[in-house]
């Protein structure tokens, strides 16, 4: 069994050696620029793990956890164009080095390049894989137009802000594990157990960056606190406090969400203030410890030797072990 720490390097070892020399240049440069700017590279270690929990031949499926890697990197493109960031990993975005079109195009080119890469693996399962990377693909399309109604929208409820982030966030991280064990011909049962642990998995992580983007430490948590408040981001925390607040409380917190001159500080102090006082830290906390609860139940179904499954729950367990 490969730990995850020897999965990475694998990975990145891997990306590292990659070089297009095709041409035009200018359509290739940008996918390198994005693809050696780093990450945790989690989708596609969560897939060599879970094919690891049956087969030590990692390696043999490289080019599909590759390819869910760039077909990551491709959404993250997109999203810094959409959001007009300036900034990735602190270095410029596509759109910043080079320009708008350069961004859309070569995007287009790394969501090709996604496909051609995870078909690169010759295999008689390969209907199966293709089939739950198209799910996801087209999920995660669907949970960033979601995410951009939501912007324009003063009713969304609790269950649908959990099937934007399903979509968005959650989908690739079931999809990698789920890839991973049908590339390994595991059973049926295992797969979507492991595909349920990734998606609970997934949701608790991104209920944990919104109460981060709350009550979080700055210096741990890697940027600014409070920029969900600030942009009256339709978050978990936001829609159940204008479901709790009452009164004045949720009056003054409507208001809050209405102003368009504002001070920053005091904006995220007042709103802060009103998530105090409906509780909304503890409730938050209460979710994300029952989608993570459920995701260890899932992973607790799949029939392979306990041993096994160490390097996962480790995984999880540290991906969910943030700091406040």
Same mark, same amino acid.
């Given at each position: 069994?490969?730990? @995850?720490?020897?999965?990475?390097?694998?990975?990145?070892?891997?990306?590292? @050696?990659?070089?297009?020399?095709?041409?035009?240049?200018?359509?290739?440069?940008?996918?390198?620029?994005?693809?050696?700017?780093?990450?945790?590279?989690?989708?596609?270690?969560?897939?060599?793990?879970?094919?690891?929990?049956?087969?030590?031949?990692?390696?043999?499926?490289?080019?599909?956890?590759?390819?869910?890697?760039?077909? *990551?990197?491709?959404?993250?493109?997109?999203?810094?164009?959409?959001?007009?960031?300036?900034?990735?990993?602190?270095?410029?975005?596509? *759109? +910043?080095?080079?320009?708008?079109? %350069?961004?859309?195009?070569?995007?287009?080119?790394?969501?090709?390049? /996604?496909?051609?890469?995870?078909?690169?693996?010759?295999?008689?399962?390969? *209907?199966?894989?293709?089939? %739950?990377?198209?799910?996801? %693909?087209?999920?995660?399309?669907?949970?960033?137009?979601?995410?951009?109604?939501?912007?324009?929208?003063?009713?969304?409820?609790?269950?649908?802000?959990?099937?934007?982030?399903?979509?968005?966030?959650?989908?690739?991280?079931?999809?990698?594990?789920?890839?991973?064990?049908?590339?390994?011909?595991?059973?049926?049962?295992? /797969?979507? @157990?492991?595909?349920?642990?990734?998606?609970?998995?997934?949701? /608790?992580?991104?209920?944990?960056?919104?109460?981060?983007?709350?009550?979080?430490?700055?210096?741990?948590?890697?940027?600014?606190?409070?920029?969900?408040?600030?942009? @009256?981001?339709?978050?978990?925390?936001?829609?159940?406090?204008?479901?709790?607040? &009452?009164?004045? %409380?949720?009056? &003054?917190?409507?208001?809050?969400?209405?102003?368009?001159?504002?001070?920053?500080?005091?904006?995220? /102090?007042?709103?802060?203030?009103?998530?105090?006082?409906?509780?909304?830290?503890?409730?938050?906390?209460?979710?994300? +410890?029952?989608?993570?609860?459920?995701?260890?139940?899932?992973?607790?179904?799949?029939?392979?030797?306990?041993?096994?499954?160490?390097?996962?729950?480790?995984?999880?367990?540290?991906?969910?072990?943030?700091?406040?």
């Amino acid at each position: 069994m490969f730990t @995850n720490k020897q999965l990475q390097e694998k990975v990145n070892a891997y990306i590292n @050696n990659i070089v297009y020399n095709a041409q035009p240049e200018k359509l290739y440069s940008p996918i390198q620029y994005v693809l050696s700017l780093g990450g945790k590279r989690i989708r596609p270690v969560l897939m060599l793990m879970a094919y690891n929990l049956y087969k030590e031949d990692v390696d043999n499926i490289m080019p599909c956890a590759i390819g869910l890697e760039t077909y *990551h990197n491709f959404t993250l493109l997109h999203d810094d164009l959409m959001d007009c960031a300036d900034m990735r990993r602190g270095m410029p975005t596509v *759109h +910043k080095k080079w320009d708008d079109n %350069t961004a859309i195009l070569s995007g287009d080119a790394m969501l090709i390049l /996604a496909y051609k890469l995870m078909c690169e693996h010759k295999s008689e399962y390969m *209907h199966k894989v293709l089939d %739950t990377f198209t799910e996801a %693909t087209l999920g995660v399309c669907e949970g960033q137009q979601y995410d951009m109604d939501f912007e324009c929208r003063a009713d969304v409820t609790e269950y649908e802000y959990m099937e934007m982030i399903r979509l968005k966030t959650s989908l690739l991280l079931a999809c990698a594990l789920k890839i991973g064990a049908q590339l390994a011909n595991a059973k049926e049962e295992d /797969a979507e @157990n492991l595909y349920t642990f990734g998606e609970k998995m997934g949701l /608790a992580f991104q209920l944990q960056d919104d109460l981060l983007d709350v009550y979080g430490n700055p210096e741990v948590f890697g940027k600014k606190i409070g920029g969900d408040i600030l942009c @009256n981001k339709k978050t978990f925390m936001l829609i159940n406090a204008m479901n709790m607040a &009452e009164g004045k %409380t949720k009056e &003054e917190l409507e208001n809050w969400i209405l102003q368009k001159n504002y001070n920053p500080e005091e904006k995220i /102090a007042a709103v802060t203030a009103i998530y105090n006082t409906v509780g909304i830290k503890s409730v938050c906390e209460a979710k994300i +410890k029952q989608l993570f609860t459920e995701a260890i139940e899932s992973l607790d179904k799949v029939e392979v030797e306990e041993c096994k499954k160490r390097e996962l729950r480790d995984f999880a367990n540290n991906l969910m072990g943030r700091e406040l």
